[in-house]
């Protein structure tokens, strides 16, 4: 199980991209990569029959490794734990100690 999740604020750590910021759009489980908005763009082209081709750009995958969830109250990279709270299991930031939505 992933401690990050769909719609959590990032921050990329390593890469091409260090430093940037973004909200997650997708979870590849299997590829253990994810989608972020707005960064790592590729061009797409789609073919026309009669008229001229349409160019679009797409969020390509990055690895979960690169990148670190931010912490929205100190507005810093944190680490994500778990607690349990009558018996019902709750995303915490450790710097913080705040408790997270599922």
């Not at 430093?19 to 707005?38: D, M």
Request: charged share 40%; proline share 0%; hydrophobic share 35%.
């Amino acid at each position: 199980m992933f401690k990050i999740k769909k719609g959590d604020i990032i921050k990329i750590i390593t890469g091409k991209y260090k430093g940037k910021k973004g909200k997650i759009l997708k979870i590849f489980k299997k590829e253990n990569k994810v989608c972020i908005k707005g960064i790592k763009l590729i061009k797409k082209y789609i073919k026309k029959s009669k008229k001229k081709g349409v160019f679009y750009f797409k969020e390509s995958k990055i690895d979960i490794s690169n990148i670190s969830f931010i912490d929205l109250k100190y507005k810093c990279i944190t680490k994500i734990g778990f607690k349990y709270i009558n018996n019902k299991k709750f995303r915490f930031c450790k710097k913080s100690n705040t408790l997270l939505k599922n």
